[in-house]
């Protein structure tokens, strides 16, 4: 193999006319030169199209009418002609040495099927690191079970292994990053690189868990993912490990529902609860869930993003 590889960087957009020239720009920065970017647009209907016309003759783009992020990206892997793929969403960023290390990392193993970064998940006025030691192999397959570990911006797959493991499950949705990565990884070596290379944007007020029909298909495919994870023959004896992602992602989606919709919210907390009654975590939103409506959750909630934004501007 050549010691400068092509890498195909695959970027999904749909709707983001205010930031996929940042997430392009992360990629025009990068120290590794050779790189096709292939942008997929899922159907926009704001103007995507006409921002990324400067961009024309630096990328790919391919238009695909909507039909979610995994699609995407399976629309983007066959069309690239690189010996890895890297994928980056249209609204995050890079670091410009993330494709540098990554490749230096595969180069080094042959073996080396997924390398992931770590990443800066970047809210409003506040950045969180996900603070994951530098991670190989069996702790990774292990690490899988219990969280979610890489984040899909953060990743580069050897496009070798895709022929084996398959792509993307387009009947998902949601999850189908942590569901790819795994057979991955189950596969092939894998490894973290502990450099934070990735930065993954939040907007904390557009929760995902305010939109109904999202949070139905969120719920929905997630779990089937879960499914599938412990089915595999290595994965089925591990009741108690899937009690606890099962309690764990429970108890997420009851947490983040409460003020939206706390009847919804109580439903979750219950079935965390039965997994395990001891967690007393969960009692004093399930007291919340029955004891508030939802009327005044909305006002109060509102009063204080209010408070904060007059905050803000009296500062500045």
């Not at 530098?134 to 079970?145: G, H, P, S, V």
Request: charged letters at 25%; glycine letters at 2%.
């Amino acid at each position: 193999m050549s010691t400068t590889p092509k890498v195909s960087v695959i970027i999904p957009v749909y709707n983001r006319v205010h930031c996929i020239t940042d997430a392009l720009e992360s990629v025009l920065q990068q120290t590794y030169r050779n790189i096709e970017i292939i942008v997929i647009d899922d159907g926009s209907t704001d103007a995507t199209r006409e921002v990324l016309a400067p961009y024309r003759h630096k990328i790919i783009y391919i238009y695909q009418d909507n039909a979610g992020p995994a699609r995407a990206r399976n629309n983007g892997i066959m069309r690239s002609s690189g010996a890895f793929i890297a994928f980056l969403d249209s609204d995050d960023l890079w670091s410009p040495e993330k494709i540098e290390q990554q490749v230096k990392a595969f180069m080094e193993d042959p073996q080396l099927g997924i390398v992931a970064t770590n990443v800066m998940i970047r809210y409003p006025g506040n950045d969180v690191p996900t603070g994951f030691e530098a991670m190989d192999t069996a702790a990774i397959r292990e690490r899988f079970l219990d969280e979610f570990l890489m984040v899909t911006s953060s990743v580069m797959i050897r496009k070798a292994c895709l022929e084996e493991v398959g792509l993307f499950n387009e009947s998902l949705y949601y999850a189908e990053d942590l569901d790819l990565f795994y057979r991955v990884a189950r596969r092939y070596h894998a490894r973290i690189l502990p450099a934070y290379l990735t930065v993954n944007k939040r907007e904390k007020e557009k929760n995902l868990m305010t939109d109904p029909s999202k949070r139905a298909r969120l719920v929905a495919d997630t779990l089937a993912c879960f499914e599938t994870l412990f089915a595999y023959p290595e994965n089925r004896t591990k009741t108690e490990r899937r009690k606890n992602r099962l309690r764990t992602f429970y108890r997420w989606i009851g947490v983040s529902d409460l003020y939206a919709n706390p009847k919804f919210a109580r439903r979750y907390l219950m079935k965390a609860l039965l997994l395990q009654p001891r967690d007393w975590r969960l009692y004093v939103p399930l007291l919340k869930s029955f004891v508030l409506p939802t009327a005044p959750y909305h006002y109060l909630k509102k009063v204080k993003m209010k408070v904060a934004r007059d905050t803000t501007a009296a500062a500045v």
